[in-house]
């Protein structure tokens, strides 16, 4: 907003004293209090003039390093004020508003300028550091330059409306990789070899091609055939994984429904999950993001492709909870096939989820339960039904209760 007085304290001071001289000079007949009124009023009149006539900018901008701010994390903004001005102008202070969901101290000093009647326009390049606070879409801005006069008789607060919407991710965590339990989990170090038969005697037998390695000769088909034969090329597989999180307004407060960032344990929840699938895809495991009702939150990432984990982040920055409930419907999505690991998130869990979900465990190398709101011993039957399990607290460590769920088996360790 705009002051609607513009002198600061000593201007006002200044103007009083004016007006002081001018009654005293009429009272008492003194000649020279009314010049010297005169010239203080005056003196007033130009500071206001220097600073409401000189400056005038037509457009601000600005820009985000990395383009998606993380929770916890701290990005870069960069803003450019584009300024015109006739006169030169004294330096002033700015600052950007900022809104609850991004923290940081946007301010410092804005410089003097010179005349630009030689130039259209004068760009200053301003900049600061944000830390996301709040997972969602904010707004940053307006900015806003406080100047005054050289004798700091006037002052100035200009605000340039425009605001620049901030897309805040939720927060990452570096989770322990699954690479020390490859050999349970299907991981990404294994290769398969297309059989007919079993040993190393019934492998299928093809001639020979340049360019084939020495090393792959079948020397048994070899000898039999009279030519040279190699053993079939090998496959590497291609690990799957899939993360669940259950969205359903039961089993979050209604806040979760509302707007992103505002249910500590459902952004505890969505945290987990960009975590988990940024580990897997980092261990090479192709991952898909589904809720419990098997809608897709994310596009298939392929192992290995942290650019898409990237991508994704931006997507969950504005996810929230919905009004279904269909955990008990997921043994539905995981009936009739074997898969890789399965992380599922939860908010509220009690003894009946833990029953409608036990047959997941058999379509799953590494099934994974964890839970913001377990309900009495619901983690444990989940355990006893073959689960790896861990109780996530919005305040703990996320990394611990992972390691746990994986390593032990059993977590009974808030996280």
């Known amino acids: 907003m705009r002051r609607l007085w513009p002198l600061t304290v000593r201007g006002t001071g200044a103007l009083i004293l004016a007006l002081t001289c001018f009654v005293m ?8 209090l009314m010049y010297f009124g ?4 005056a003196v007033i009149v130009a500071s206001v003039a220097s600073l409401y006539l000189s400056r005038r900018s037509d457009v601000v901008t600005r820009s985000l390093a990395p383009d998606v701010a993380t929770v916890g994390r701290e990005s870069l903004v960069s803003v450019t004020v584009g300024v015109r001005t006739a006169l030169p102008t004294p330096p002033g202070v700015w600052s950007d508003a900022l809104p609850k969901g991004l923290r940081g101290k946007p301010g410092g000093i804005f410089p003097a300028l010179s005349s630009g009647l030689r130039r259209n326009e004068r760009v200053v390049e301003l900049s600061y550091v944000i830390t996301g606070a709040l997972r969602g879409v904010h707004r940053i801005g307006p900015l806003s330059v406080r100047s005054t006069d050289p004798f700091g008789l006037a002052r100035r607060q200009t605000v340039f409306g425009e605001r620049t919407p901030v897309t805040v991710a939720p927060a990452l965590i570096d989770l322990p990789p699954l690479t020390d339990f490859a050999g349970e989990t299907g991981g990404t170090l294994h290769t398969t070899t ?13 001639p020979y091609s340049p360019g084939d390695s020495m090393r792959r000769i079948h020397w048994r088909a070899t000898a039999h055939r009279d030519e040279l034969m190699v053993r079939q090329e090998e496959q590497e597989s291609t690990p799957e994984a899939s ?9 979050w407060s209604t806040e979760a429904m509302q707007a992103p960032g505002t249910d500590p344990g459902f952004e505890a929840a969505v945290s987990a999950c960009v975590s988990a699938v940024a580990r897997l895809v980092h261990d090479g495991y192709a991952v898909e993001v589904i809720d419990s009702d098997g809608t897709m939150l994310a596009a298939r990432i392929d192992g290995g492709d942290m650019a898409e984990v990237e991508a994704m982040l931006g997507h969950f920055a504005t996810i929230t909870a919905r009004r279904d409930d269909d955990l008990t419907r997921l043994t539905r999505l ?8 399965v992380i599922l998130i939860v908010g509220r869990f009690d003894a009946s989820d833990a029953q409608a979900i036990a047959p997941v465990v058999h379509h799953s190398s590494l099934p994974m339960l964890f839970a913001v709101s377990p309900i009495g011993d619901a983690l444990d039957r989940a355990a006893d039904s073959g689960w790896r399990v861990g109780a996530i607290d919005p305040d703990g460590d ?5 390691a746990n769920a994986v390593g032990r088996g059993v977590s009974h360790v808030i996280a």
């Open 25 to 32: 000079a009429s009272e008492f007949g003194v000649s020279e």
């Open 38 to 41: 005169i010239l203080l009023l």
């Open 194 to 206: 297309n059989q007919l038969g079993q040993g190393a005697d019934n492998l299928v037998a093809r």
């Open 243 to 251: 993360v669940v999180i259950d969205r359903g307004v039961l089993r």
């Open 334 to 341: 995981f009936a009739g096939v074997m898969t890789g690991p």
């Open 398 to 402: 996320l990394a611990a209760a992972w």
